[in-house]
């Protein structure tokens, strides 16, 4: 049992991978087009990149830091999150510059509430909802589980990309985000975060992050702590 957090051997001085080497890398794929302004781009490549340095410190407390099992559960758990949220992310863009993006020709404009009435002894409510057609479709937002399946059906990663089947658990994992929300008894963290979970959302972010979509930036090698995430544990 640990009782004190201890670091694994004597190790140097580190830091994780600059925010500007991830943005040179993002900016490979992440440009402003027809669908994205500049205005967008800036703050999405930010935060992706914010994500990512984040997501490779947590790997690395994992290696350098001796954790109590609860604390490396959550560790793994945050690791699934926002590495999660960082292959999300990079399906919107793929998806919606690709023209790929869900769209809608009715835009709500109004709603109407009827008061509280009885039928039958039950008691009842009516809520409407107005709709404006228009003449041009406007998008809409997708969910993670369409974004994957739009990017697999379309192979947004490039033929090369063979992890596609691997997306809908991290999706599910990332759902689990949610503290209150349990199926069944033993639908806790402690079973839900463990080292083949963090071996799967580092696998598959690493497959993302050097797939063909990158294949122009020279820093591949920066997400090799990824690819040996199994050493880590």
Known sequence: MVERLTLKGEKETWYPNSINTLEFHLSVLLKSNEYFSSDQIYPMRKNLAYSLQYVQFLSQILRDVSLSSVLRTQNIKSSVVHGAAVIEAIFNYLVISNGFGNKTQWKKVNKHCSHEYTLAATKYKNDIEVFEKLEVPIPTQMTFDQLAKKVESKKL??????????????????????IHDSDHSSDTDWNNFNQSEFILISGILYKVLTSEIFSSSTH????????TA????
């Open 230 to 233: 199994n050493n880590q544990m």
């Open 157 to 178: 990663l490039g033929n090369a990309f063979t992890e596609y089947s691997k997306i809908k658990p991290i999706r599910q994992l990332r759902n689990k985000i949610h």
């Open 220 to 227: 591949m090698d920066k997400f090799e702590y990824l690819n």
